[in-house]
């Protein structure tokens, strides 16, 4: 939890050994039992590590994160475009 307090998720990169090396285990585990095989990767350890923010992939990271960032983006924009219409048409009823 260390890595995480610090650097704000759980992407520890390989070189950070052995805690790299044991988190790229996790995910070539993880990514093996998605495919049906037999690993000793457990579901509860799978839950375990999904509770504490967990990431099975980093390509998977960054997408859902330009996803929330577009998301924000369009919050904001229908917001704009909602002020701006209703200011157009308050100045219509004038």
Known sequence: MTYKVNHGDCNVPQ???PL???VNRQRKQYKKKQNGEKVSLSDQRVEKLEAIGFSW??????????FKELKQFWSEVCSLKQDFQTLFVS???L
């Open 15 to 17: 070189k950070w050994k």
């Open 20 to 22: 790299g090396s044991w």
């Open 57 to 66: 992939g980093k390509k998977k990271d960054v997408w859902n994160d330009r």
């Open 91 to 93: 100045f219509q009823v």
